[in-house]
C-alpha cells in the first residue's frame, strides 16, 4: 500500500476543517480539534490553531467552494416550483402524511389528526405565474399597421388652443370657468356662474 505524502494529508485536513465550518454546527476550535484528530488540545491552543488556519488561502477558497454548492442546493429552481405546486394540485389531503412535503401543520385532536396542506386554488394562481399561462396572447389585427401608418401622418391639433399665451376656458356642461381675477388666488373657486359651492 502506497504511502501517502504528507501535503495530501495536510489538504484533506484542511478541506474537512472548512467542511465542518461552513456547515456551521461546530465552533472553530472544536473544528480544528476533530479534523485534525487533536481532542486532547487545549482551548486556548485549538483557538489559535483554529484562527490561523481559517486564514489560510487554501481553507479560504475551500470554504467559498462549499459555499458556492450550498448557495446553489439552497434556492429552488423553477422545475422544483412548478413539480411542487403540481403535487399540490394533485394530491388529495387524505394522502399527505405528517412528513410529507405538502404537510404545513398537523393537530392532534380529540376526533384524530388534522392535517393543513397549501391551498390548491393559491397554488393554480402560482403556477399560472410561474409557467406563463397568464401572459397576454398576440392578437393579430389585420390592417391595424395600415391604419397606424395612416395616423402617425396625419398632424393633430392640441386638445387646449392657447390663446395670447393663455390656455382657452375648458367648458364643462355648459358652464364656463370663472376668469381670474388679479386678487383671486388661483386654485380657489367661491362659485360657478351664479351658484355658490357648497
Known amino acids: 500500500m502506497p504511502k501517502r505524502d504528507k501535503k495530501a494529508i495536510a489538504t484533506e485536513k484542511k478541506k474537512e476543517f472548512a467542511r465542518l465550518l461552513v456547515e ?20 486556548e491552543a485549538a483557538s489559535k490553531a483554529a484562527s490561523r488556519l481559517s486564514k489560510d488561502a487554501e481553507v479560504v477558497r475551500i470554504i467559498g467552494e462549499l459555499n458556492a454548492q ?33 404537510c404545513q401543520e398537523v393537530a392532534y385532536t380529540d376526533s384524530g389528526m388534522r392535517k393543513k396542506m397549501p391551498g ?25 399597421s395600415q391604419i397606424a401608418a395612416v395616423l402617425a401622418g396625419t398632424k393633430q391639433d392640441p386638445l387646449v388652443r392657447p390663446d395670447n399665451g393663455n390656455p382657452a376656458p375648458i367648458e364643462f356642461d355648459g358652464i364656463e370657468t370663472a376668469p381670474e381675477d388679479k386678487e383671486h388666488s388661483p386654485g380657489v373657486l367661491d362659485s360657478v356662474g351664479n351658484e355658490p359651492l357648497v
Open 24 to 43: 456551521g454546527k461546530l465552533s472553530k476550535p472544536d473544528a480544528y480539534r476533530k479534523a485534525y484528530k487533536r481532542k486532547d488540545m487545549s482551548g
Open 70 to 102: 450550498l448557495d446553489k442546493s439552497a434556492v429552488a429552481t423553477k422545475q422544483e416550483c412548478l413539480e411542487f405546486l403540481t403535487a399540490v394540485l394533485r394530491t388529495p389531503i387524505g394522502k399527505v402524511g405528517e412528513d410529507s412535503p405538502l
Open 120 to 144: 390548491k386554488i393559491e397554488a393554480v394562481r402560482e403556477l399560472s405565474k410561474l409557467a406563463g399561462y397568464n401572459e397576454p396572447e398576440p392578437v393579430d389585427v389585420p390592417g391595424l
